[in-house]
T-cell receptor, first 113, second 118 residues
Framework: GQQVMQIPQYQHVQEGEDFTTYCNSS?????IQWYKQRPGGHPVFLIQ?????EVKKQKRLTFQFGEAKKNSSLHITATQTTDVGTYFC?????????????FGRGTSLIVHP | DGGITQSPKYLFRKEGQNVTLSCEQN?????MYWYRQDPGQGLRLIYY???????QKGDIAEGYSVSREKKESFPLTVTSAQKNPTAFYLC?????????????????FGPGTRLTVL
């Protein structure tokens, strides 16, 4: 069936290093969203991308939507300990005549001070 | 103060008992969702509702039941038929369900309920 895949599952970095997580869909997505879940917390919406090739920035975070709208990435420059958490992408996939939000498995970022 | 609430935060039950998790929102959102999260796993959709008195099965609905009698409330019952119910359960809402529209709205999550079945 249709899937949203995310890699890597875990990423350890030293504070100050960069981090990237990648999201791939088996089908073209109309939009893609990114969420962050802190340890012990719940997912919180970060951003939505809609246009092919779109790039959006939030301070040290850069989000990109692929030209074919089947992949996306989140890049964090110079990680800080506050960036620790699991980052999820989510896109609408068709299921039984409707579109439902489908999450990737997430990438857990561990930042070592 | 607008938001989505889930209670309780921690819940313990004996094997073989049904248990109901509550989810309430005052955001006036049409759509509500239940997800299950296991350690190291993503969010798996259990049930969703795009409008009052209507709900649909997600990927892992077996052993669960829901109701949507009011717009604000979407309780989830974990039945004794659920073989491995211990997990973190997250409720979410969005302005509207996607339905036939290929776009998804932003989802707002509750704080979650951590269910342990002994």
């Amino acid at each position: 069936g249709q899937q949203v895949m995310q890699i890597p599952q875990y990423q350890h970095v030293q504070e100050g290093e960069d981090f990237t997580t990648y999201c791939n869909s088996s089908t073209t997505l109309s939009n893609i969203q990114w969420y962050k879940q802190r340890p012990g917390g719940h997912p919180v919406f970060l951003i939505q991308l809609v246009k092919s090739g779109e790039v959006k920035k939030q301070k040290r975070l850069t989000f990109q939507f692929g030209e074919a709208k089947k992949n996306s990435s989140l890049h964090i420059t110079a990680t800080q300990t506050t960036d620790v958490g699991t980052y999820f992408c989510a896109g609408p996939l068709a299921s039984g005549g409707s579109y439902i939000p489908t999450f990737g498995r997430g990438t857990s970022l561990i930042v070592h001070p | 103060d607008g938001g989505i609430t889930q209670s309780p935060k921690y819940l313990f039950r004996k094997e073989g008992q049904n248990v109901t998790l509550s989810c309430e929102q005052n955001l006036n959102h049409d759509a509500m969702y239940w997800y299950r999260q296991d350690p190291g796993q993503g969010l798996r959709l259990i049930y969703y509702s795009q409008i009052v008195n209507d709900f649909q099965k997600g990927d892992i609905a077996e052993g669960y039941s829901v109701s949507r009698e009011k717009k604000e409330s979407f309780p989830l019952t974990v039945t004794s038929a659920q073989k491995n119910p211990t997990a973190f359960y997250l409720c979410a809402s969005s302005t509207r369900g996607s339905g036939r529209s290929p776009y998804t709205d932003t989802q707002y999550f509750g704080p979650g309920t951590r269910l342990t079945v002994l």
